[in-house]
């Protein structure tokens, strides 16, 4: 008989994902054994510590996504985990569009996610990825769109310094709230 990998106890897996302390999971441990008839999660949900969507997730999808890996993108099972809810992920999606930034560094920034948990997570479902940046790869024909978009900032940047403004003659000093941050 084949043997089956090892699935790791729900308070260990929640403690590497970032998401339950070693004291807290000592508290519920210790609880455990006062109320032996008490599952951990139970616990843990009763304690407010971690959501029973993530309890569910770690307990019953994590030890199958173990064994057979990822069919879906990384915030797919965010969500599942009850980690980001749908209006977040959507919300990641259109940034990351804008911001060329990966889902899960998007969320860290937005304070949603903890970078241990990001971290877990990748290593965990995609090695492949948990050493490479959060910024999104562009498509080879963006580059040229941006070299042309670069070259069209610098033109107006030339041109604009050619002709001083009436202020800048009016002032020496530059004034940083004079200057246009945003094109």
Do not use: C
């Not at 990351?96 to 903890?114: D, E, F, K, T």
């Not at 030339?158 to 403004?165: I, K, L, R």
């Amino acid at each position: 008989m084949p043997a089956q990998p090892k699935t790791r106890p729900l308070g260990e897996m929640l403690q590497r994902a970032g998401l339950l302390s070693q004291a807290q999971l000592d508290v519920v441990l210790q609880d455990q054994q006062w109320q032996p008839d008490l599952r951990i999660g139970d616990i843990l949900e009763l304690r407010g510590w971690v959501k029973r969507d993530a309890i569910e997730f770690f307990a019953e999808q994590w030890p199958k996504l173990a064994k057979g890996g990822r069919d879906n993108p990384i915030g797919y099972y965010f969500q599942q985990a009850g980690l980001l809810n749908a209006h977040q992920v959507d919300a990641l999606l259109k940034e990351q569009a804008q911001a060329g930034l990966r889902i899960g560094a998007l969320a860290v920034l937005h304070g949603w996610l903890s970078q241990e948990t990001l971290d877990w997570f990748l290593r965990s479902l995609a090695p492949e990825e948990s050493a490479s940046s959060a910024f999104m790869k562009r498509k080879q024909s963006n580059e040229g769109d941006r070299a042309s978009q670069t070259d069209q900032a610098r033109s107006k940047s030339q041109a604009t310094q050619a002709q001083p403004s009436p202020r800048a003659e009016a002032s020496a000093e530059v004034d940083l709230d004079d200057i246009s941050w945003v094109n």
